[in-house]
């Protein structure tokens, strides 16, 4: 008698992946977290078992929230300026680990103000700590409470007083 004997090895294998978030394996998991324990089982072209175990990174998305405060407009890492307080813009960037970084916008604009103060006075006029003795518009920059300009023109009249001599000549009285 003779043996005509063909022997087909099982073979194995790891199967390495890296994956933001989760994973769906070949074995119909969703993963959530890195694992090096998940094996499969499948068949080789010759029928017999092939063993193919996970090796799973999971590197994990990351958010946050960019506070922002500025006066009248800001630009923000999108590329847009903003003329008004936005708490709804979002722009995603690549963390270090490849995967998503979704960052919020959070920004409050204040605006800065602007103002006239029409005076008018007798021979000089004292405006915030400054003596002007001039008719004519003058410009100074305060701040808000807030941190913003706040631009007051003083449009401002200067009368001059004048002096004389009344000579009289009277008899009696």
Do not use: E, F, K, P
């Not at 990351?62 to 708490?87: A, E, M, P, R």
Request: contains cysteine.
């Amino acid at each position: 008698v003779s043996l005509d004997l063909t022997i087909n090895n099982s073979t194995t294998g790891t199967d390495v992946q890296t994956a933001c978030d989760s994973y769906t394996w070949i074995d119909g998991n969703t993963y959530t977290s890195s694992n090096n324990t998940a094996t499969h089982t499948l068949q080789t072209a010759t029928g017999c078992d092939s063993v193919v175990s996970l090796d799973l990174t999971i590197n994990n998305s990351t958010t946050g929230t960019d506070v922002q405060t500025s006066c009248d407009s800001y630009t923000w890492i999108d590329g847009n300026t903003y003329t008004s307080s936005n708490n709804t813009a979002t722009h995603t960037l690549t963390n270090a680990s490849g995967c998503d970084s979704v960052v919020s916008l959070d920004l409050t604009i204040n605006n800065s103000t602007t103002g006239t103060d029409n005076q008018a006075s007798c021979d000089s006029y004292d405006w915030n700590g400054t003596t002007y003795t001039a008719s004519g518009s003058y410009i100074q920059t305060l701040s808000t409470l807030n941190g913003c300009d706040s631009v007051v023109t003083l449009t401002l009249t200067i009368n001059n007083s004048t002096t004389g001599t009344d000579v009289q000549t009277s008899c009696d009285s």
